[in-house]
Structure formats: C-alpha cells, structure tokens
C-alpha cells in the first residue's frame, strides 16, 4: 500500500478548529451566551486532540518507511 500524501487541508484542520473554537468562545463571551461558549471550548479541545491524532499518524507513517 502506497502512502497517503499529507495535504494542507489536513495540515490545517486542527488548527483552523481550535481558531473556529476560539471566535465562537469569544463571540459566547460578547453575546452573553454560554452554549456558544461551551461550543467554542469543545472545538478547542476537539481541534488539539485532531492535531495529537494527525502528528500520531504522521510519526507512525515515517517509521513505517
């Protein structure tokens, strides 16, 4: 089995979560809102564990070569 090129989209999408996470919990935070708060803090935390999860595989591909 050939291995899967990395792109950017796959790159950026913990990141580009956790920044969604970011403006959601600080638009919860001007609105007076605490599920969009609590909605911001998930996809932090969402966003952190795909990004784990990519390097994880990323590191597990390189020691496969």
């Known amino acids: 089995m ?3 090129e990395e792109t ?3 790159k950026i999408g913990g990141l580009g ?3 969604i996470g ?5 638009g919860g ?5 605490p599920l969009t ?3 911001g803090e998930f996809n932090q935390e969402v966003g952190e564990i795909r990004e784990d999860l990519q390097e994880d595989v990323a ?4 020691a496969e070569k």
Not at 22 to 26: A, N, R, S, T, Y
Not at 29 to 33: M, P, S, Y
């Open 17 to 19: 979560q956790k920044i």
């Open 2 to 4: 050939e291995p899967k």
């Open 29 to 33: 935070a001007l609105t007076g809102d």
């Open 8 to 10: 950017f989209k796959d």
């Open 37 to 39: 708060q609590a909605e």
């Open 22 to 26: 970011e403006i959601e919990q600080v």
């Open 59 to 62: 590191s597990g591909d390189s």
